[in-house]
């Protein structure tokens, strides 16, 4: 397991308007014989609790699964050309969500890296935004 410095950038696109986040946490990293799997606490507004997240990042960057805990979960998975439907947690109850993943990228060179991955969601059949996720990581020093 490797203790690591993670910085995540999400951006979405809702027909003409683009939003997007940014988070810098510490992390780990662990690594099996076919995916990363990256853990950390994203904090959220008070006073809700930090949300546990886990992303499994297939390492023949054919799919990426990100969970989410806490009180509202959720799992995406996202693989290329292909549509899977996903549930998403809200205060006001799960929504049945269509991820469409089309790219999705690993750099690991045992001490740093990044892995990027690409999604369309759409709800009922109909495009809802387009999604980037860039995580970029060092290995933590302390």
Not at 7 to 21: C, E, F, N, P
Not at 62 to 67: H, P
Not at 116 to 121: A, E, K, N, V
């Amino acid at each position: 397991m490797l203790n690591i410095i993670l910085k995540v950038l999400g951006s979405q696109q809702i027909d003409t308007q683009k939003d997007s986040m940014e988070i810098t946490t510490v992390a780990t990293l662990d690594e099996s014989d076919s995916c990363y799997i990256l853990h950390y606490k994203e904090e959220q507004e008070q006073p809700a609790p930090p949300v546990d997240v886990c992303v499994k990042i297939q390492k023949d960057e054919s799919r990426v699964e990100m969970t989410r805990g806490g009180e509202y979960a959720s799992c995406l998975i996202i693989e290329k050309s292909r549509r899977n439907m996903c549930r998403y947690g809200t205060e006001y109850g799960d929504i049945l969500m269509g991820i469409s993943g089309h790219t999705i990228d690993t750099e690991f060179d045992g001490e740093n890296g990044e892995f990027t991955f690409g999604y369309d969601i759409d709800i009922n059949g109909t495009l809802a935004s387009k999604n980037e996720v860039k995580m970029s990581f060092r290995k933590n020093q302390e």
